[in-house]
Every structure is written in structure tokens, then in C-alpha cells.
Nanobody
Framework: QVQLVESGGGLVQAGGSLRLSCAASGSTFSANTMGWYRQAPGKQRELVAIFTSGGSTNYADSAKGRFTISRDNAKNTVYLQMNSLKPEDTAVYYC?????????WGQGTLVTISS
């Protein structure tokens, strides 16, 4: 079974940038969706940015214009470039791959934005 490992989280000041990485132990090219979710303290997990089958992308309104999702299929890795970070972006960011019959999550990486 494919495993997902996130990295790149940390503490940055508001206005700064971070790049998250999600390395998969196998190919996720056939997944229905592949991308990033986040969960802030006391809130439900929410979509941030994903690839859908066919290669199109979906972004949360809060991420549009600031975050960019990309992938390197040769490395089985998905990235999330986050710019102009805000304190409200503070959350645990999770990588997810979903095939419908199979839904895999990474362990998460903590992103903390200081004001």
C-alpha cells in the first residue's frame, strides 16, 4: 500500500513562504485526487489544493492566488508552495491520495504562522 510522508512545515512570520512536500512510496498517478488538506485547532479538516484525475487543480478560496500545488511524477512527490502566509493558515497540513476504494493520508506536518 502506498504511504505518504509530508515535510517542510515550520514556524514562519506572516508574509513569509513555505514549501511543503509529500513523498509517496509508490505511484499516485492513477489516484482520483491527490493533494493537500489542513486542520486548524478546533476546526474540521478542509481542502487546500488538489489535483483531480486528468491533471486539473482545485483550490480553496483561501488558497487561490497565494498557494500553488505542483507534482513531480518521476519522484512521486507533490508540493505545495505557500506564499503570503497569514496567521489563519496555521494548521496541520495533510497529504491525501484517493482512489475511491482507497483513501490514504500522511501523518501531517505542522505549519505555524506568527503575526
Amino acid at each position: 500500500q502506498v504511504q505518504l510522508v509530508e515535510s517542510g512545515g515550520g514556524l514562519v512570520q506572516a508574509g513569509g513562504s513555505l514549501r511543503l512536500s509529500c513523498a509517496a512510496s509508490g505511484s499516485t498517478f492513477s489516484a482520483n485526487t491527490m493533494g493537500w488538506y489542513r486542520q486548524a485547532p478546533g476546526k474540521q479538516r478542509e481542502l487546500v489544493a488538489i489535483f483531480t484525475s486528468g491533471g486539473s487543480t482545485n483550490y480553496a478560496d483561501s488558497a487561490k492566488g497565494r498557494f500553488t500545488i505542483s507534482r513531480d511524477n518521476a519522484k512521486n512527490t507533490v508540493y505545495l508552495q505557500m506564499n503570503s502566509l497569514k496567521p489563519e493558515d496555521t494548521a496541520v497540513y495533510y497529504c491525501n491520495a484517493n482512489w475511491g476504494y482507497l483513501d490514504i493520508w500522511g501523518q501531517g506536518t505542522l505549519v505555524t504562522i506568527s503575526s
